[in-house]
C-alpha cells in the first residue's frame, strides 16, 4: 500500500534561517506531488506541485521554493524564512488522472518562525 | 473550480446529527461534489463524493438536489472525534494533477460533550 512520510512534525526557526522540509511517498511510482500551506485561521493554499522528476510549478510567489530530486521526493526550502511563513505545511501526493478521494495528504509540519 | 459557500463553523452536541450545506450555484456539469475531512494538526482526507441525490458510506452521507446548486454532508450522531474542518469542493470526477485543486476555509465543526 502506499505511504506519505513527512518531517519534521514539529520546527521552530529564527527569521533569517533555512528551511528544508521533506516529503517521501512509498508504494507508487510518478505521483503528482504538492506542497500546501495552512496559516492560522486560513484555508488550505497550494504552494507548489509537481508531475514529474524535476517539473515543479510554482502558485504563489513567495521566499520558498521546491524541488523534486527523485520520484518519490519532495522536498520544501527556504534561503531566508520570514514571520510570514509561520504555519502548517502539508505535502500531499495523487495518482495521474486524479480522482476526488486520490489525494493523501502527509501529517503535516507546524513551522513557527520567531 | 466552481465557487462554493459554507458555514465558517458549527457547534453541535455528542450524539445528535449534524447537516453542513454547501452552495455552488455556478457547478459545472461534469463536477462532482466532494467533501473532504481535516482533523485538528492532520491533512485532509476524502470521505465522499455524488453527483446527484443520494450517497451513503460508513462516515456520512451526502445529499444533492435535483438542481445541484447546493449540497448537505451530513453525519449521524456525532462523537467528539467527529470535531473538524470540512471542506465541500465540486471537482471533476479525474482530472490531471496540473489541475490546481486548493480548498477554501471550509466548516469547522465543533463536538461539545
Known amino acids: 500500500s502506499q505511504t506519505i512520510h513527512q518531517w519534521p512534525a514539529t520546527l521552530v526557526q529564527p527569521v533569517g534561517s533555512p528551511l528544508s522540509l521533506e516529503c517521501t511517498v512509498e508504494?507508487?511510482?510518478?505521483?503528482?506531488l504538492y506542497w500546501y500551506r495552512q496559516a492560522a485561521g486560513r484555508g488550505l493554499q497550494l504552494l507548489f506541485y509537481?508531475?514529474?522528476?524535476?517539473?515543479i510549478s510554482s502558485e504563489v510567489p513567495q521566499n520558498l521554493s521546491a524541488s523534486r530530486p527523485q520520484d518519490r521526493q519532495f522536498i520544501l526550502s527556504s534561503k531566508k524564512l520570514l514571520l510570514s511563513d509561520s504555519g502548517f505545511y502539508l505535502c500531499?501526493?495523487?495518482?495521474?488522472?486524479?480522482?476526488?478521494?486520490?489525494?493523501?495528504f502527509g501529517s503535516g509540519t507546524r513551522l513557527t518562525v520567531v | 473550480l466552481a465557487k462554493t459557500t459554507q458555514p465558517i463553523s458549527m457547534d453541535s452536541y455528542e450524539g445528535q446529527e449534524v447537516n453542513i450545506t454547501c452552495s455552488h450555484n455556478?457547478?459545472?456539469?461534469?463536477?462532482?461534489i466532494t467533501w473532504y475531512q481535516q482533523f485538528p494538526s492532520q491533512g485532509p482526507r476524502f470521505i465522499i463524493q455524488?453527483?446527484?441525490t443520494k450517497v451513503t458510506n460508513e462516515v456520512a452521507s451526502l445529499f444533492i438536489p435535483a438542481d445541484r446548486k447546493s449540497s448537505t454532508l451530513s453525519l449521524p450522531r456525532v462523537s467528539l472525534s467527529d470535531t473538524a474542518v470540512y471542506y465541500c469542493?465540486?471537482?471533476?470526477?479525474?482530472?490531471?494533477?496540473?489541475?490546481?485543486?486548493?480548498f477554501g476555509k471550509g466548516t469547522k465543526l465543533s463536538v461539545i460533550p
Open positions: 500531499a501526493w495523487s495518482p495521474e488522472p486524479v480522482e476526488g478521494n486520490g489525494y493523501t
Open positions: 508504494g507508487t511510482s510518478n505521483p503528482n
Open positions: 509537481s508531475v514529474g522528476i524535476g517539473q
Open positions: 455556478n457547478i459545472a456539469t461534469n463536477d462532482y
Open positions: 455524488g453527483y446527484k
Open positions: 469542493l465540486p471537482l471533476p470526477l479525474r482530472w490531471a494533477g496540473s489541475y490546481q485543486l486548493t
